[in-house]
């Protein structure tokens, strides 16, 4: 934990202390995911888990003491992506270099790749975030990675 800055601890304490829903000093290691990316970080289901995140309520609480070491280990891991990473990713979609790619590309890139979404999960994300399709099938991806970013 030495590794966190004192701004990072003040950070870390007051997201700690949202997530901290009863006012005991602990939350549900179920919100851990959500705790971190508050943190702007971006983990997977699988660190989540590896961290000591839960898949169901209840299970395990944690205190502030025990998730300061949790945050700064989520702080070094590099295997999780940043808007950037996943824009040049997109950009492989965009056959024209226009910041458009098919919908329906993106939709199955969400289905397939990195850690699988549902059908009924992307039906979600993409009435939520995703602009409408020109008359061509193209979507633009910027402001789509921005809004499911953010």
């Known amino acids: 934990m030495s590794d966190l800055?004192?701004?990072?601890?003040?950070?870390?304490?007051?997201?700690?202390?949202?997530?901290?829903?009863?006012?005991k000093g602990k939350i549900d290691a179920y919100n851990l995911g959500d705790l971190l990316r508050a943190l702007n970080?971006?983990?997977?289901?699988?660190?989540?888990?590896?961290?000591?995140?839960?898949?169901k309520k209840?299970?395990?609480?944690?205190?502030?003491?025990?998730?300061?070491?949790?945050?700064?280990?989520?702080?070094?891991?590099?295997?999780q992506g940043c808007y950037e990473d996943f824009l040049e990713c997109l950009k492989l979609y965009d056959k024209n270099e226009n910041g458009l790619m098919l919908g329906a590309e993106l939709t199955h890139t969400l289905l397939a790749l990195g850690e699988?979404?549902?059908?009924a999960e992307v039906a979600e994300i993409v009435k939520d975030c995703l602009d409408p399709e020109d008359e061509d099938g193209m979507i633009p991806y910027a402001p789509f990675l921005k809004k499911v970013m953010v």
């Open 41 to 55: 970080s971006n983990p997977t289901l699988a660190t989540i888990e590896k961290l000591g995140g839960t898949k």
């Open 5 to 23: 800055s004192k701004n990072d601890i003040e950070r870390a304490s007051f997201a700690f202390s949202i997530y901290d829903f009863e006012g």
């Open 116 to 119: 699988k979404l549902n059908d």
């Open 58 to 79: 209840g299970e395990k609480l944690l205190t502030v003491e025990e998730f300061l070491p949790i945050y700064s280990q989520a702080k070094k891991d590099k295997d």
